[in-house]
């Protein structure tokens, strides 16, 4: 059974830094892009970043570059998002997903699995 469960949410105030943990369980990790999407209330779920496979490559959403650093540690079956200079539009619930194609992107229907969510508040 295949498991994504992420970690690391909470609240935070404006300009300041949090770091979500995706744990995966069940599929082999390293053949898996991985990607990061949330959602806001009122709001369809959006793409964050994604990771290849080896990490070697990175993509974001434009609303993140620069503030936002995608990593993965297949030795541990986890991937990571780095965030910083947090801003109130960027409360919200992340998810993980996974892709066992390797090529998703920012395609949400793509990704076969997913977390149950993790809630970011930032506040101002």
Known sequence: QVQLVESGGG???VGGSLRLS???SGL???NCMMGWFRQAPGKEREFVAAISRSGGATYYADSV???FTISRD???KTAYLEMNSLKPEDTA???CAAD???WALNQMN???YWGQGTQVTVSS
């Open 93 to 95: 619930v992340y998810y």
């Open 65 to 67: 570059k620069g503030r």
């Open 22 to 24: 995706c744990a995966a």
């Open 11 to 13: 609240l935070v105030q």
């Open 28 to 30: 082999t990790f390293s």
């Open 100 to 102: 066992v194609s390797g």
């Open 110 to 112: 793509a990704y076969d």
């Open 74 to 76: 297949n030795a541990k």
